[in-house]
């Protein structure tokens, strides 16, 4: 029997997308840069050109995969909170008892500044659904990748 050695990435990169410019790929993207410039290895949802053609169902399906399966750590992007899928990935970061950073970004001018790997503890967090005052209707089935524009500047 053959055995494949599967691909292991340092860190999964979570973070919001829908309603965001461009669901948020520039942000993604210099996080993902700045973290293979230090020597570490990212899988980013946003490098994934397939899912512009996926539900969020289809996504999320493959992007936990990626976060129980393939990566040692998991990495959060600012404004992470309020995203549904990062919600779901960190629940499952948790569950599999996964390292996870937050990522701070050094600096007012994001595209010429630096990030900062804050250590965080997520046996501390409470999802959306613990708090109470979050009770967003969802259906997974019928979502759009992206939402209506809202100012996230």
Known sequence: ?????????????AGPMRGYPNLNKEMFT??????RDMGLTVWSPSEQASYLKLSFAQCIT???????NHCRKIA?????????????????AFACKKEAIQIVVLGEEF??????????????????????HDRRK??????????????HS
């Open 138 to 151: 969802f259906d997974p089935h019928s979502c759009p990748v992206e939402a209506p524009n809202t100012d």
């Open 1 to 13: 029997m053959w055995f494949v050695k599967k691909k292991e990435y340092d860190f999964y990169l």
């Open 76 to 92: 959060f992007l600012p404004g992470w909170r309020e995203s549904l899928g990062a919600n779901m990935e960190a629940f499952a």
């Open 62 to 68: 493959l992007d936990l995969n990626q976060v129980i």
């Open 111 to 132: 595209s010429t500044s630096g990030i900062e790997l804050v250590s965080m503890d997520l046996s501390h967090y409470l999802l959306p659904y613990q708090i109470g």
């Open 30 to 35: 210099r996080v993902a840069e700045n973290l």
